[in-house]
Protein backbone atom coordinates (compact mmCIF):
# COMPACT_ATOMS: atom_id res chain seq x y z
CA UNK A 1 0.00 0.00 0.00
CA UNK A 2 1.28 3.76 -1.05
CA UNK A 3 -1.12 5.22 1.64
CA UNK A 4 -2.32 3.43 5.14
CA UNK A 5 -4.68 5.31 6.86
CA UNK A 6 -5.98 4.24 10.96
CA UNK A 7 -8.41 4.87 12.97
CA UNK A 8 -8.21 8.77 12.86
CA UNK A 9 -10.44 10.49 14.67
CA UNK A 10 -10.81 14.40 14.63
CA UNK A 11 -13.25 16.81 16.75
CA UNK A 12 -13.66 19.95 16.44
CA UNK A 13 -14.77 21.41 19.54
CA UNK A 14 -17.79 18.51 21.22
CA UNK A 15 -18.57 18.07 17.04
CA UNK A 16 -16.67 14.49 15.71
CA UNK A 17 -15.81 15.53 12.52
CA UNK A 18 -14.07 12.11 11.68
CA UNK A 19 -14.37 9.08 12.97
CA UNK A 20 -11.71 6.28 13.22
CA UNK A 21 -11.07 6.26 9.45
CA UNK A 22 -8.96 3.25 7.89
CA UNK A 23 -8.29 2.95 4.71
CA UNK A 24 -5.41 2.15 2.00
CA UNK A 25 -4.99 3.27 -1.29
CA UNK A 26 -2.10 1.65 -3.79
CA UNK A 27 0.10 3.04 -6.46
CA UNK A 28 -1.90 4.37 -9.20
CA UNK A 29 -5.12 4.13 -7.81
CA UNK A 30 -7.73 7.01 -7.50
CA UNK A 31 -10.13 6.40 -4.27
CA UNK A 32 -12.92 8.39 -5.44
CA UNK A 33 -14.40 9.51 -1.76
CA UNK A 34 -18.52 10.32 -2.15
CA UNK A 35 -20.00 12.25 0.33
CA UNK A 36 -22.25 14.52 1.20
CA UNK A 37 -21.35 18.50 2.25
CA UNK A 38 -20.39 18.67 5.87
CA UNK A 39 -19.31 14.71 6.01
CA UNK A 40 -15.65 15.61 6.82
CA UNK A 41 -14.51 14.94 3.16
CA UNK A 42 -12.47 18.10 3.06
CA UNK A 43 -10.59 17.68 7.19
CA UNK A 44 -10.02 14.09 5.84
CA UNK A 45 -7.93 15.55 2.48
CA UNK A 46 -6.54 18.46 4.59
CA UNK A 47 -5.48 15.95 7.73
CA UNK A 48 -3.65 13.97 4.99
CA UNK A 49 -1.80 17.43 3.12
CA UNK A 50 -0.99 17.83 6.62
CA UNK A 51 -2.52 20.95 6.81
CA UNK A 52 -4.68 19.72 9.98
CA UNK A 53 -3.66 17.77 12.71
CA UNK A 54 -5.53 14.37 13.83
CA UNK A 55 -6.68 13.90 17.36
CA UNK A 56 -5.84 10.48 17.26
CA UNK A 57 -4.77 7.86 14.44
CA UNK A 58 -1.75 7.22 11.76
CA UNK A 59 -1.26 8.09 8.47
CA UNK A 60 1.63 6.17 6.47
CA UNK A 61 3.15 7.07 3.41
CA UNK A 62 5.22 3.93 1.88
CA UNK A 63 5.61 2.84 5.53
CA UNK A 64 6.76 6.04 6.76
CA UNK A 65 5.02 7.43 9.49
CA UNK A 66 3.43 11.19 7.80
CA UNK A 67 2.12 13.07 11.09
CA UNK A 68 5.51 14.59 12.26
CA UNK A 69 6.31 16.05 8.58
CA UNK A 70 4.99 19.59 7.79
CA UNK A 71 2.86 19.80 4.28
CA UNK A 72 5.88 21.42 2.20
CA UNK A 73 7.87 18.11 2.21
CA UNK A 74 4.76 15.79 2.26
CA UNK A 75 4.69 15.91 -1.73
CA UNK A 76 1.14 15.92 -2.12
CA UNK A 77 -0.73 18.42 -3.31
CA UNK A 78 -4.15 19.73 -2.08
CA UNK A 79 -6.38 20.71 -4.99
CA UNK A 80 -9.53 22.99 -4.18
CA UNK A 81 -12.96 23.48 -5.79
CA UNK A 82 -11.59 26.80 -7.23
CA UNK A 83 -8.21 26.86 -9.40
CA UNK A 84 -6.39 29.36 -6.88
CA UNK A 85 -3.94 30.49 -9.69
CA UNK A 86 -1.58 33.32 -8.33
CA UNK A 87 -3.50 36.55 -9.84
CA UNK A 88 0.17 38.25 -10.36
CA UNK A 89 1.96 34.83 -12.75
CA UNK A 90 1.67 34.39 -15.84
CA UNK A 91 0.39 30.88 -16.86
CA UNK A 92 3.77 29.48 -17.27
CA UNK A 93 4.95 30.88 -14.31
CA UNK A 94 2.23 29.19 -12.26
CA UNK A 95 3.19 25.99 -13.49
CA UNK A 96 6.62 26.98 -12.90
CA UNK A 97 5.68 27.79 -9.29
CA UNK A 98 6.42 24.21 -7.53
CA UNK A 99 9.77 24.21 -9.61
CA UNK A 100 11.23 27.48 -8.90
CA UNK A 101 10.41 27.15 -5.11
CA UNK A 102 12.61 23.82 -5.41
CA UNK A 103 15.49 26.10 -7.63
CA UNK A 104 15.30 23.65 -10.68
CA UNK A 105 17.69 25.26 -13.23
CA UNK A 106 15.96 27.20 -15.61
CA UNK A 107 16.40 25.32 -19.12
CA UNK A 108 14.70 22.45 -17.31
CA UNK A 109 11.77 24.47 -15.97
CA UNK A 110 11.30 25.79 -19.54
CA UNK A 111 11.44 22.64 -21.06
CA UNK A 112 9.26 20.42 -18.13
CA UNK A 113 6.32 23.45 -18.32
CA UNK A 114 6.44 23.92 -21.79
CA UNK A 115 5.80 20.46 -22.14
CA UNK A 116 3.47 20.27 -19.50
CA UNK A 117 1.24 23.32 -20.92
CA UNK A 118 1.28 21.02 -24.61
CA UNK A 119 0.01 17.99 -22.43
CA UNK A 120 -3.13 19.99 -20.96
CA UNK A 121 -3.76 21.65 -24.40
CA UNK A 122 -2.11 25.06 -22.98
CA UNK A 123 0.87 26.26 -25.17
CA UNK A 124 -0.95 28.77 -26.51
CA UNK A 125 -2.10 30.05 -23.51
CA UNK A 126 1.34 30.06 -21.54
CA UNK A 127 1.64 33.89 -21.34
CA UNK A 128 -1.70 34.96 -20.70
CA UNK A 129 -2.91 36.21 -16.99
CA UNK A 130 -5.39 33.78 -15.24
CA UNK A 131 -8.12 36.12 -15.34
CA UNK A 132 -7.60 35.79 -19.31
CA UNK A 133 -8.69 32.12 -18.96
CA UNK A 134 -12.05 30.20 -18.83
CA UNK A 135 -13.43 28.51 -15.56
CA UNK A 136 -12.03 24.81 -17.67
CA UNK A 137 -8.92 26.47 -18.47
CA UNK A 138 -7.81 27.54 -15.51
CA UNK A 139 -8.80 24.26 -13.46
CA UNK A 140 -6.10 22.56 -16.58
CA UNK A 141 -3.51 25.07 -15.31
CA UNK A 142 -4.20 24.35 -11.56
CA UNK A 143 -3.57 20.45 -12.27
CA UNK A 144 -0.28 21.42 -14.41
CA UNK A 145 0.33 23.23 -11.31
CA UNK A 146 0.27 20.03 -9.12
CA UNK A 147 1.44 17.51 -11.57
CA UNK A 148 4.70 18.97 -12.40
CA UNK A 149 6.02 18.67 -8.95
CA UNK A 150 5.41 14.69 -9.34
CA UNK A 151 3.31 14.49 -6.80
CA UNK A 152 3.44 11.12 -4.21
CA UNK A 153 -0.51 11.94 -4.10
CA UNK A 154 -2.63 14.22 -5.42
CA UNK A 155 -5.74 15.25 -2.75
CA UNK A 156 -8.86 16.59 -4.90
CA UNK A 157 -11.24 18.42 -2.85
CA UNK A 158 -14.32 18.22 -5.34
CA UNK A 159 -12.27 20.44 -8.08
CA UNK A 160 -14.49 20.17 -10.82
CA UNK A 161 -17.82 21.40 -8.92
CA UNK A 162 -18.06 25.04 -9.93
CA UNK A 163 -17.96 24.43 -13.86
CA UNK A 164 -20.47 23.71 -16.32
CA UNK A 165 -21.68 20.18 -17.08
CA UNK A 166 -20.10 20.00 -20.36
CA UNK A 167 -16.52 21.29 -19.15
CA UNK A 168 -16.67 19.08 -15.86
CA UNK A 169 -17.28 15.88 -18.17
CA UNK A 170 -14.25 17.28 -20.16
CA UNK A 171 -12.19 17.65 -17.39
CA UNK A 172 -13.54 14.65 -15.90
CA UNK A 173 -11.92 12.48 -18.85
CA UNK A 174 -8.61 15.28 -18.82
CA UNK A 175 -7.84 13.62 -15.21
CA UNK A 176 -8.44 10.07 -16.34
CA UNK A 177 -6.15 10.52 -19.00
CA UNK A 178 -3.08 12.56 -17.16
CA UNK A 179 -3.43 10.39 -13.96
CA UNK A 180 -3.06 7.09 -15.90
CA UNK A 181 -0.26 9.09 -18.32
CA UNK A 182 1.83 10.26 -15.06
CA UNK A 183 0.69 7.12 -12.78
CA UNK A 184 -0.97 9.48 -10.24
CA UNK A 185 -2.24 8.23 -6.83
CA UNK A 186 -5.16 9.95 -6.07
CA UNK A 187 -7.83 10.27 -3.57
CA UNK A 188 -10.51 12.40 -5.03
CA UNK A 189 -13.58 13.69 -3.31
CA UNK A 190 -17.00 14.25 -4.40
CA UNK A 191 -20.84 14.68 -3.81
CA UNK A 192 -21.61 13.45 -7.25
CA UNK A 193 -21.87 9.88 -7.51
CA UNK A 194 -21.38 9.70 -11.74
CA UNK A 195 -18.46 12.08 -11.10
CA UNK A 196 -17.27 9.07 -8.44
CA UNK A 197 -17.61 6.15 -10.78
CA UNK A 198 -16.12 7.85 -13.71
CA UNK A 199 -13.20 9.16 -12.33
CA UNK A 200 -12.44 6.15 -9.72
CA UNK A 201 -10.70 2.90 -9.34
CA UNK A 202 -11.61 2.10 -6.20
CA UNK A 203 -14.53 3.80 -4.10
CA UNK A 204 -15.62 5.10 -0.80
CA UNK A 205 -19.16 6.58 1.29
CA UNK A 206 -18.44 8.89 3.77
CA UNK A 207 -21.09 10.77 5.86
CA UNK A 208 -21.02 12.42 9.67
CA UNK A 209 -17.21 11.28 9.78
CA UNK A 210 -17.59 7.39 8.97
CA UNK A 211 -16.02 6.30 5.98
CA UNK A 212 -16.97 2.72 4.37
CA UNK A 213 -15.06 1.28 1.99
CA UNK A 214 -16.24 -0.56 -0.83
CA UNK A 215 -14.37 -4.01 -2.28
CA UNK A 216 -15.70 -3.40 -5.70
CA UNK A 217 -18.05 -1.05 -7.89
CA UNK A 218 -21.09 -3.64 -7.32
CA UNK A 219 -20.91 -2.89 -3.41
CA UNK A 220 -20.85 1.05 -4.06
CA UNK A 221 -23.53 1.13 -6.44
CA UNK A 222 -25.74 -1.18 -4.44
CA UNK A 223 -25.21 0.49 -1.17
CA UNK A 224 -28.29 2.33 -0.81
CA UNK A 225 -26.51 5.15 0.97
CA UNK A 226 -24.67 6.25 -2.45
CA UNK A 227 -28.18 6.59 -4.15
CA UNK A 228 -27.03 5.19 -7.21
CA UNK A 229 -29.10 2.27 -7.43
CA UNK A 230 -32.31 4.33 -6.91
CA UNK A 231 -30.87 6.90 -9.28
CA UNK A 232 -30.70 3.93 -12.00
CA UNK A 233 -34.13 2.52 -11.16
CA UNK A 234 -35.72 6.28 -11.78
CA UNK A 235 -33.80 6.40 -15.13
CA UNK A 236 -34.48 3.27 -16.30
CA UNK A 237 -38.46 3.84 -15.06
CA UNK A 238 -38.07 6.76 -17.04
CA UNK A 239 -36.66 5.23 -19.85
CA UNK A 240 -39.32 2.71 -20.01
CA UNK A 241 -41.93 5.24 -20.17
CA UNK A 242 -40.41 7.21 -22.51
CA UNK A 243 -40.61 4.37 -24.99
CA UNK A 244 -44.16 3.10 -24.17
CA UNK A 245 -45.77 4.02 -27.70
CA UNK A 246 -48.96 6.01 -25.77
CA UNK A 247 -46.33 7.96 -23.84
CA UNK A 248 -46.87 11.38 -26.85
CA UNK A 249 -50.25 11.08 -25.88
CA UNK B 1 -36.59 66.40 -15.49
CA UNK B 2 -35.66 63.40 -13.70
CA UNK B 3 -32.65 62.65 -16.10
CA UNK B 4 -31.41 66.04 -16.33
CA UNK B 5 -30.47 66.41 -12.60
CA UNK B 6 -28.15 63.61 -12.68
CA UNK B 7 -26.44 65.12 -15.05
CA UNK B 8 -26.27 68.91 -13.69
CA UNK B 9 -25.09 67.34 -10.41
CA UNK B 10 -22.46 65.38 -12.30
CA UNK B 11 -21.61 68.73 -13.95
CA UNK B 12 -21.44 69.85 -10.43
CA UNK B 13 -18.98 67.76 -9.35
CA UNK B 14 -16.68 67.91 -12.41
CA UNK B 15 -16.19 71.41 -11.49
CA UNK B 16 -15.26 70.99 -8.40
CA UNK B 17 -12.78 68.60 -8.67
CA UNK B 18 -11.23 69.34 -11.71
CA UNK B 19 -12.78 72.88 -12.59
CA UNK B 20 -11.76 74.54 -9.77
CA UNK B 21 -7.92 73.27 -9.19
CA UNK B 22 -7.33 73.84 -13.10
CA UNK B 23 -8.92 77.01 -12.49
CA UNK B 24 -6.53 77.70 -9.55
CA UNK B 25 -3.59 76.49 -11.64
CA UNK B 26 -4.52 78.82 -14.38
CA UNK B 27 -4.59 81.86 -11.90
CA UNK B 28 -1.37 80.76 -10.55
CA UNK B 29 0.65 80.72 -13.81
CA UNK B 30 -0.51 83.83 -14.97
CA UNK B 31 0.34 85.36 -11.35
CA UNK B 32 4.28 83.62 -11.88
CA UNK B 33 4.07 85.72 -15.39
CA UNK B 34 2.81 88.86 -13.66
CA UNK B 35 -1.00 88.81 -15.56
CA UNK B 36 -2.87 88.39 -12.41
CA UNK B 37 -2.70 89.29 -8.53
CA UNK B 38 -2.74 92.83 -6.70
CA UNK B 39 0.55 94.14 -8.50
CA UNK B 40 0.14 92.63 -11.56
CA UNK B 41 1.80 95.20 -14.49
CA UNK B 42 1.83 93.07 -17.66
CA UNK B 43 3.35 90.32 -19.28
CA UNK B 44 7.11 89.13 -17.59
CA UNK B 45 9.27 86.17 -17.61
CA UNK B 46 11.78 87.90 -14.90
CA UNK B 47 10.29 85.64 -12.08
CA UNK B 48 10.93 82.21 -14.30
CA UNK B 49 13.98 83.30 -14.97
CA UNK B 50 14.96 83.96 -11.15
CA UNK B 51 13.77 80.14 -10.32
CA UNK B 52 17.09 79.05 -11.54
CA UNK B 53 19.02 81.24 -9.07
CA UNK B 54 16.51 80.30 -6.13
CA UNK B 55 17.37 76.63 -4.95
CA UNK B 56 14.71 76.61 -2.08
CA UNK B 57 12.03 75.56 -3.89
CA UNK B 58 14.17 72.83 -4.85
CA UNK B 59 15.59 71.44 -1.60
CA UNK B 60 11.88 71.92 -0.03
CA UNK B 61 10.73 69.56 -3.07
CA UNK B 62 13.66 67.06 -2.04
CA UNK B 63 13.24 67.24 1.23
CA UNK B 64 9.49 66.86 1.25
CA UNK B 65 10.12 63.67 -1.49
CA UNK B 66 12.38 62.21 1.30
CA UNK B 67 10.15 62.23 4.21
CA UNK B 68 7.62 60.89 2.26
CA UNK B 69 9.12 58.25 0.50
CA UNK B 70 10.91 56.90 4.14
CA UNK B 71 7.68 57.54 5.95
CA UNK B 72 5.30 55.63 3.33
CA UNK B 73 7.92 53.15 2.81
CA UNK B 74 8.62 52.60 6.89
CA UNK B 75 4.73 52.74 6.97
CA UNK B 76 4.31 49.46 4.64
CA UNK B 77 6.62 47.53 5.55
CA UNK B 78 5.78 47.77 9.62
CA UNK B 79 1.97 47.03 7.95
CA UNK B 80 3.38 44.23 5.87
CA UNK B 81 5.30 42.79 8.82
CA UNK B 82 2.06 43.13 11.09
CA UNK B 83 0.07 41.57 8.26
CA UNK B 84 2.39 38.58 7.32
CA UNK B 85 3.19 38.18 10.70
CA UNK B 86 0.30 38.42 13.40
CA UNK B 87 -2.84 37.22 11.23
CA UNK B 88 -3.86 35.24 14.14
CA UNK B 89 -3.59 38.52 16.76
CA UNK B 90 -5.40 40.54 13.78
CA UNK B 91 -7.89 37.80 13.51
CA UNK B 92 -9.06 36.82 17.18
CA UNK B 93 -7.39 39.73 19.88
CA UNK B 94 -8.57 43.28 19.76
CA UNK B 95 -5.69 44.88 17.98
CA UNK B 96 -7.10 45.52 14.95
CA UNK B 97 -9.78 47.74 16.57
CA UNK B 98 -6.32 49.43 17.95
CA UNK B 99 -5.69 50.05 14.86
CA UNK B 100 -8.75 52.60 14.22
CA UNK B 101 -7.41 54.75 17.14
CA UNK B 102 -4.44 56.88 15.19
CA UNK B 103 -6.55 57.52 12.48
CA UNK B 104 -9.21 59.23 14.03
CA UNK B 105 -6.76 61.89 15.52
CA UNK B 106 -6.25 64.90 13.50
CA UNK B 107 -3.00 65.37 12.08
CA UNK B 108 -2.23 67.78 13.70
CA UNK B 109 -3.32 66.72 17.54
CA UNK B 110 -1.03 63.94 16.65
CA UNK B 111 1.83 66.09 15.97
CA UNK B 112 1.15 68.23 19.28
CA UNK B 113 1.31 64.82 20.99
CA UNK B 114 4.92 64.08 20.05
CA UNK B 115 5.98 67.54 20.54
CA UNK B 116 5.03 67.25 23.60
CA UNK B 117 6.27 64.04 24.26
CA UNK B 118 9.73 64.11 22.07
CA UNK B 119 10.90 67.82 22.22
CA UNK B 120 14.12 68.40 24.45
CA UNK B 121 11.72 70.19 26.82
CA UNK B 122 9.12 67.06 26.83
CA UNK B 123 8.53 63.94 28.57
CA UNK B 124 10.93 61.85 27.66
CA UNK B 125 13.55 64.09 27.73
CA UNK B 126 12.33 64.85 31.41
CA UNK B 127 12.29 60.95 32.62
CA UNK B 128 15.27 60.59 31.12
CA UNK B 129 16.91 63.37 33.07
CA UNK B 130 14.94 61.66 36.11
CA UNK B 131 16.64 58.83 35.90
CA UNK B 132 20.06 60.31 35.19
CA UNK B 133 20.50 58.85 31.46
CA UNK B 134 20.68 62.23 30.34
CA UNK B 135 22.73 65.55 32.46
CA UNK B 136 21.08 68.31 30.67
CA UNK B 137 18.94 69.40 28.18
CA UNK B 138 20.98 69.51 25.02
CA UNK B 139 22.22 66.00 26.06
CA UNK B 140 18.50 64.51 24.81
CA UNK B 141 18.38 63.57 20.91
CA UNK B 142 16.99 66.35 18.65
CA UNK B 143 13.45 64.16 18.14
CA UNK B 144 11.23 67.14 16.73
CA UNK B 145 12.51 69.95 14.88
CA UNK B 146 15.06 68.20 13.47
CA UNK B 147 17.61 68.87 10.37
CA UNK B 148 16.47 65.33 9.19
CA UNK B 149 12.58 65.45 9.94
CA UNK B 150 12.89 62.33 12.49
CA UNK B 151 9.54 63.80 14.37
CA UNK B 152 8.00 64.58 10.96
CA UNK B 153 8.43 60.92 9.87
CA UNK B 154 7.52 59.32 13.18
CA UNK B 155 4.32 61.13 12.96
CA UNK B 156 3.60 60.48 9.28
CA UNK B 157 4.28 56.78 10.14
CA UNK B 158 2.23 56.66 12.92
CA UNK B 159 -1.02 57.84 10.74
CA UNK B 160 0.01 55.97 7.70
CA UNK B 161 0.80 52.80 9.27
CA UNK B 162 -2.42 51.84 10.78
CA UNK B 163 -4.26 53.36 7.51
CA UNK B 164 -2.08 50.88 5.74
CA UNK B 165 -2.22 48.28 8.02
CA UNK B 166 -6.10 47.81 7.84
CA UNK B 167 -5.83 48.28 3.88
CA UNK B 168 -3.37 45.11 4.18
CA UNK B 169 -5.96 43.17 6.02
CA UNK B 170 -8.64 43.63 3.83
CA UNK B 171 -6.45 42.69 0.89
CA UNK B 172 -5.41 39.66 2.87
CA UNK B 173 -8.92 38.59 3.32
CA UNK B 174 -10.45 39.63 -0.02
CA UNK B 175 -7.44 37.65 -1.62
CA UNK B 176 -7.69 34.49 0.36
CA UNK B 177 -4.28 34.59 1.17
CA UNK B 178 -4.91 31.96 3.85
CA UNK B 179 -6.00 29.48 1.35
CA UNK B 180 -3.12 30.55 -1.30
CA UNK B 181 -0.75 29.44 2.10
CA UNK B 182 -2.67 26.42 2.32
CA UNK B 183 -2.24 25.77 -1.04
CA UNK B 184 2.05 26.39 -1.69
CA UNK B 185 2.51 24.65 1.16
CA UNK B 186 1.20 22.03 -0.21
CA UNK B 187 3.26 22.64 -3.54
CA UNK B 188 6.62 22.82 -1.46
CA UNK B 189 6.76 26.24 -0.17
CA UNK B 190 8.51 27.50 3.18
CA UNK B 191 6.47 29.89 4.70
CA UNK B 192 9.11 32.54 3.65
CA UNK B 193 8.34 31.37 0.21
CA UNK B 194 4.91 32.26 0.25
CA UNK B 195 5.13 35.52 1.88
CA UNK B 196 7.69 36.44 -0.62
CA UNK B 197 6.36 34.93 -4.06
CA UNK B 198 2.68 35.24 -3.15
CA UNK B 199 1.92 37.13 -0.29
CA UNK B 200 4.14 40.51 -0.62
CA UNK B 201 3.43 40.59 -4.46
CA UNK B 202 -0.47 40.44 -4.18
CA UNK B 203 -0.76 42.65 -1.51
CA UNK B 204 2.12 45.64 -3.05
CA UNK B 205 0.00 45.34 -6.46
CA UNK B 206 -3.44 45.68 -5.16
CA UNK B 207 -2.46 48.44 -3.16
CA UNK B 208 -0.16 50.39 -5.09
CA UNK B 209 -2.44 53.26 -6.20
CA UNK B 210 -3.37 53.51 -2.68
CA UNK B 211 0.62 53.60 -1.55
CA UNK B 212 1.21 56.15 -4.51
CA UNK B 213 -1.71 58.37 -3.16
CA UNK B 214 0.16 58.04 0.67
CA UNK B 215 2.80 59.25 -0.81
CA UNK B 216 1.43 62.18 -2.21
CA UNK B 217 -0.93 63.08 0.98
CA UNK B 218 2.32 63.01 2.74
CA UNK B 219 4.25 65.21 0.60
CA UNK B 220 1.40 67.76 1.05
CA UNK B 221 0.96 67.34 4.55
CA UNK B 222 0.66 71.08 6.27
CA UNK B 223 0.14 70.15 10.13
CA UNK B 224 2.75 68.02 10.93
CA UNK B 225 5.62 69.64 9.45
CA UNK B 226 4.50 72.96 10.56
CA UNK B 227 4.56 72.27 14.24
CA UNK B 228 7.35 69.51 14.25
CA UNK B 229 9.36 70.86 10.98
CA UNK B 230 12.18 73.75 11.37
CA UNK B 231 12.18 76.82 9.23
CA UNK B 232 14.94 75.11 6.93
CA UNK B 233 14.48 72.76 5.51
CA UNK B 234 11.11 73.39 5.08
CA UNK B 235 8.69 70.73 3.34
CA UNK B 236 6.85 72.31 0.23
CA UNK B 237 3.55 73.15 1.73
CA UNK B 238 4.93 75.09 4.57
CA UNK B 239 7.58 76.75 1.93
CA UNK B 240 4.50 77.63 -0.10
CA UNK B 241 2.41 78.94 2.80
CA UNK B 242 4.95 81.14 4.17
CA UNK B 243 5.90 82.65 0.96
CA UNK B 244 1.92 83.13 -0.20
CA UNK B 245 1.49 85.16 3.55
CA UNK B 246 4.65 87.53 3.24
CA UNK B 247 3.36 90.87 4.04
CA UNK B 248 5.72 91.70 1.06
CA UNK B 249 3.27 91.65 -2.07
CA UNK B 250 5.78 91.92 -4.79
CA UNK B 251 7.10 88.40 -3.80
CA UNK B 252 3.55 87.39 -4.67
CA UNK B 253 4.38 85.98 -8.42
CA UNK B 254 7.34 84.26 -6.97
CA UNK B 255 4.80 82.43 -5.12
CA UNK B 256 2.12 81.78 -7.81
CA UNK B 257 4.97 80.22 -9.60
CA UNK B 258 6.52 77.74 -7.01
CA UNK B 259 3.19 76.84 -6.14
CA UNK B 260 2.36 76.31 -10.25
CA UNK B 261 5.48 74.64 -10.72
CA UNK B 262 4.85 71.79 -7.20
CA UNK B 263 0.90 71.55 -8.74
CA UNK B 264 2.18 70.87 -12.43
CA UNK B 265 4.97 68.58 -11.74
CA UNK B 266 3.43 66.50 -9.24
CA UNK B 267 0.75 65.83 -11.96
CA UNK B 268 3.53 65.34 -14.68
CA UNK B 269 4.87 62.96 -12.29
CA UNK B 270 1.35 61.14 -10.93
CA UNK B 271 -0.86 60.73 -13.98
CA UNK B 272 1.59 58.16 -15.63
CA UNK B 273 2.50 56.33 -12.72
CA UNK B 274 -1.45 55.90 -11.51
CA UNK B 275 -1.79 54.73 -15.33
CA UNK B 276 0.83 52.46 -14.61
CA UNK B 277 -0.14 51.09 -11.48
CA UNK B 278 -3.68 50.51 -12.83
CA UNK B 279 -2.09 48.86 -15.81
CA UNK B 280 -0.66 46.46 -13.49
CA UNK B 281 -3.23 45.95 -11.43
CA UNK B 282 -5.07 42.82 -10.34
Known amino acids: ?249 | MRFRLPKLLLGGYGLLVVGLPLAGLAYALLGSVGLAGPLAAGFTGRYWLALGHDPGLLYAALYSAGVALVAVGLSTGLALALVLGAQAALRRGPLLGLLYVPLLMPALVLAFYLFQLLSRSGWLSRLSYQAGLTSRLEAFPELVQDAAGVGIVLAHVLLTFPFLALLFQAIYQESRLDDYYQLTRTLGASAGQFRRRVALPLLLRRAAPTLLLSTVATLGAYDIPLLLGRPYPQMLSVYLTTRLQRFDLRELPAAYLAGFVVAGGLLVLLVPALRYTRRHAL
Open chain 1, 1 to 249: MLLTVAYLSKRFGDQPVLRDITCGLAAGQVLAVLGRSGGGKTTLLKILAGLETPDTGTVLLDGQDLLPVPPNERQMVYLYQEPLLFPHLTVFENVAFGLRIRQVGKNEIVQRVSKMLEELDLGAHAQKAPHQLSGGQRQRVSFGRALIIRPRLLLLDEPFGNLDAQTRADMQQLFLRVTRQHQITSLFVTHDSREALTVGTHFAYLDRGLLTSFPSVREFIQDPRTSIAAELTFWESIQRTAFQPDYET
